[in-house]
C-alpha cells in the first residue's frame, strides 16, 4: 500500500485540539505527536470524562435543554451534563448499535482492533478500541476532561502569532467549583466525533 507522504508542520506554539477524546482528535494528537510536536504545545479538550467520543453510551443521557448565553450564543445541554461535568449527553448512539462499517475500516494504521472483534463492531468495543488506542498511544495526559469548550474566537488586536485564538472553557475543580477560563493558542483544530 502506498502512502502519500505527509507534509512538515507549520511552526506554531501551541494547539487546542476541540473534541479531542474522538477518533478524529485522538489521530489529531497522535499525528502532531508523531511530527514532532512537544507534548506541553498540545492541549486537548473533551467534554467526556473519558476517551470515545460519542461511542461513549449513556442510556441516561436525559432530556435536553437550550440555554442561551449573555453573547447570545446557544448551548445544548441535558441536566445531568449541566450538573455532572463529563456525562454524556443526547448523541446518536444507542442500545445495541453496531457500526455500519467493517472494524477494518475503522482502525488506525498502526492499532489493529483486537482478535475476534466482530465484523461489525458493537458501539462498546468501538469505545474501548478508542480507549485504549489513546493509552497505549500516552495521549490521555494531553487531553482535559471533564472540559466544555464555551467560546473559541480570533483573539482581537494582536500581533502575537501565539495568541490568535482566544478559547473559552468550562469545567469543575477539585472542590467542586465551577470555573471559567481563558487560554490563548496559535491553531485550534476542532473534531466532532
Known amino acids: 500500500m502506498t502512502i502519500i507522504p505527509s507534509t512538515a508542520l507549520p511552526p506554531f506554539s501551541r494547539v487546542a485540539i476541540i473534541g479531542a477524546g474522538g477518533a478524529s482528535g485522538l489521530a489529531a494528537i ?3 505527536l508523531d511530527k514532532g510536536a512537544k507534548p506541553d504545545q498540545i492541549v486537548g ?3 467526556r470524562d473519558t476517551a470515545g467520543g460519542v461511542w461513549n453510551y449513556d442510556e441516561d443521557a436525559g432530556q435536553c435543554n437550550v440555554t442561551w448565553a449573555e453573547d447570545g450564543s446557544l448551548a445544548l445541554r441535558t441536566e445531568a451534563e449541566i450538573y455532572d461535568a463529563g456525562r454524556n449527553g443526547p448523541n446518536a448512539i444507542y442500545d445495541g448499535l453496531r457500526t455500519n462499517l467493517p472494524q477494518e475500516c475503522m482502525t488506525f494504521r498502526d492499532t489493529p482492533h483486537q482478535k475476534g472483534t466482530e465484523t461489525f463492531p458493537t458501539y462498546h468495543q468501538i469505545a474501548s478500541y478508542l480507549q485504549n488506542y489513546a493509552k497505549d498511544k500516552g495521549l490521555l495526559s ?3 476532561f471533564k472540559t ?3 467560546q473559541v474566537h480570533h483573539t ?3 500581533t502575537d502569532t501565539s495568541k490568535r485564538w482566544t478559547v473559552v472553557v468550562e469545567y ?3 472542590k467542586g467549583k465551577l470555573v471559567n477560563d481563558l487560554q490563548y493558542f496559535s491553531h485550534i483544530s476542532k473534531w466532532i466525533s
Open 142 to 144: 494531553l487531553i482535559r
Open 172 to 174: 469543575v475543580d477539585v
Open 156 to 158: 482581537p488586536d494582536t
Open 30 to 32: 497522535a499525528q502532531l
Open 148 to 150: 466544555l469548550v464555551r
Open 45 to 47: 479538550y473533551e467534554a
